[in-house]
């Protein structure tokens, strides 16, 4: 519930801020929010396996950022678009682990039903 | 009290995720992006080359009039009569300002000043510049150039929109304006010495820097445009 509050307000003060991305850096910014919502996915499976740890998170989260941003950046200037292997990445990722999140709350929900009807 | 923790770190998380989702979304939908990439990537090309084109005429218009000089000095060589026409043209040429010309005179620097002091930032105006040239003129002046725009007797200064056009260039009122002109260098100063003078109306009322240097040497560079006449018919 937390992370869903946390989402709307940053869309929101995005909306009401008054800033704008360079254009220069309109490239880098949507891979950038792909590592960032691998990251958030990551975390909430983790949260689920109970093994969520907040270091290993946040570093992920920030280290996945500036690393997808930095390959494009390199892509770039090597015109190869490197931001390829990125995208690929963190989207089967992100599959993966919705995969799994999906599993468990499935599971949880089940076992809930099973705890009542016992 | 774990799990609220997970979930204040995510949330956390989830904020700045957001941010840059909603300031990507706005960045994608404002006017700057309705051109793809490869739209602008294209443009950009199309700058390139079309610059490198113009770059290569250039060079071309150049190598033709050094062929054109060549012949005309190698005709007026022969000939009496082609040496006398030579002569005339060479000093048609000077006057019409489309030769580089080269002599003593003075350099303008008029700085529009962009601090904040009572009314804000102040821009030059056209009728400043006109006003400039014709004391220019009158003070004896052989050869003037705004900008390294030449002024010669077709040339246009007015504003444009937000910028002042010269010879169908456009420069940015708010930008300095470098005026140079051939002349004997004091008469030229002096005329704007005068007290109550243009140089202390536009530093005074309009808030423009006017630094006025004397140069020994000065090299003004010559009309870059074609000229073509429509409409008249020479006369007796």
Redesign the interface.
């Known amino acids: 519930?937390?992370?869903?509050?946390?989402?709307?307000?940053?869309?929101?003060?995005?909306?009401f801020?008054k800033?704008?991305?360079p254009?220069s850096l309109?490239?880098y910014?949507?891979v950038?929010?792909l590592a960032?919502?691998d990251?958030?996915f990551g975390?909430?499976r983790a949260?689920l396996e109970n093994k969520?740890d907040?270091e290993i998170?946040?570093s992920g989260?920030f280290g996945n950022i500036v690393l997808a941003a930095g390959l494009t950046y390199l892509g770039d200037q090597l015109n190869v678009p490197i931001y390829l292997a990125a995208v690929l990445v963190f989207g089967s990722r992100l599959f993966n682990n919705f995969a799994i999140i999906r599993r468990k709350l499935i599971e949880k929900g089940r076992d809930r039903i099973i705890n009542r009807e016992e | 009290m774990k799990k609220l923790k997970y979930q204040l770190t995510i949330g956390l998380v989830c904020i700045i995720l957001g941010l840059m989702i909603s300031l990507q979304f706005k960045s994608t939908y404002s006017n700057r992006s309705k051109y793809s990439y490869k739209r602008i990537e294209d443009l950009v090309n199309e700058v390139e080359t079309l610059r490198k084109q113009r770059d290569d005429l250039s060079a071309k218009v150049k190598e033709y009039q050094s062929k054109v000089d060549e012949i005309e000095k190698s005709v007026s060589s022969e000939n009496e009569v082609a040496n006398q026409m030579k002569t005339e043209l060479d000093n048609l040429r000077v006057l019409s300002g489309l030769t580089d010309v080269e002599g003593p005179g003075i350099i303008m620097t008029l700085t529009p000043s962009n601090e904040i002091k009572n009314d804000g930032t102040t821009m030059i105006y056209s009728t400043d510049i006109i006003d400039i040239i014709n004391e220019l003129n009158a003070a004896g002046a052989e050869a003037i150039s705004i900008n390294e725009q030449r002024y010669v007797g077709s040339t246009q200064i007015k504003e444009a929109g937000a910028a002042i056009k010269i010879n169908d260039e456009k420069f940015s009122p708010i930008e300095p304006f470098t005026i140079k002109a051939i002349g004997d260098p004091k008469i030229l100063e002096g005329a704007f010495k005068m007290p109550g003078g243009i140089k202390d109306k536009l530093e005074e009322l309009a808030g423009i820097n006017v630094k006025i240097t004397q140069v020994q040497n000065i090299k003004i560079l010559k009309y870059n445009k074609n000229i073509q006449y429509k409409f008249i018919k020479t006369g007796r």
């Open positions: 519930m937390i992370p869903l509050i946390g989402l709307i307000i940053g869309i929101l003060i995005g909306l801020l800033v704008d991305i254009a309109t490239s910014v949507p950038a929010i960032a919502l990251s958030v975390g909430l949260a969520f907040s998170f946040i989260f």
